[in-house]
């Protein structure tokens, strides 16, 4: 069955990094495009990056843009989000979920993503 499970999450003091891995299984990773999201308590899970099949397209959310980096290696059936210089703000639960083969102008709405894995927690703090 298909499956995405997230790692790499942790407490970091604010300006540190962190890599978050999705490993896919159940499907073959480069038929689609894979998006990362987050979400904190009571608030919308809110669209962080994507990534195209083959990854040559990145898209990021404004506030994220020039500190976050998408990658994928299909072969490894993997995706990766590298997270530097990270602020508290970006305190959350981060999810992969896998979206469709194309990439749609609303490329980080979620009605685009079937499915997605448990998370991991990022918790930037001093």
């Known amino acids: 069955q298909v499956q995405l499970v997230e790692s790499g999450g942790g407490l970091v003091q604010p300006g540190e990094s962190l890599i978050l891995s999705c490993a896919a299984s159940g499907f073959t990773l480069s038929y689609y495009t894979i998006g990362w999201f987050r979400q904190v308590p009571g608030k919308e899970r809110e669209g962080v990056a994507m990534?195209?099949?083959?990854?040559?397209?990145?898209y990021y959310a404004e506030s994220v843009k020039g500190r976050f980096t998408v990658s994928r290696d299909n072969a490894k059936a993997t995706v990766y989000l590298r997270m530097d210089r990270l602020k508290p703000e970006d305190t959350a639960n981060y999810f992969c979920?896998?979206?469709?083969?194309?990439?749609?102008?609303?490329?980080?709405?979620?009605?685009?993503?079937?499915?997605w894995g448990q998370g991991t927690q990022v918790t930037v703090s001093s």
């Open positions: 990534i195209s099949t083959e990854g040559r397209e990145t």
């Open positions: 979920g896998r979206g469709p083969w194309m990439i749609p102008s609303d490329y980080l709405a979620e009605r685009w993503y079937d499915y």
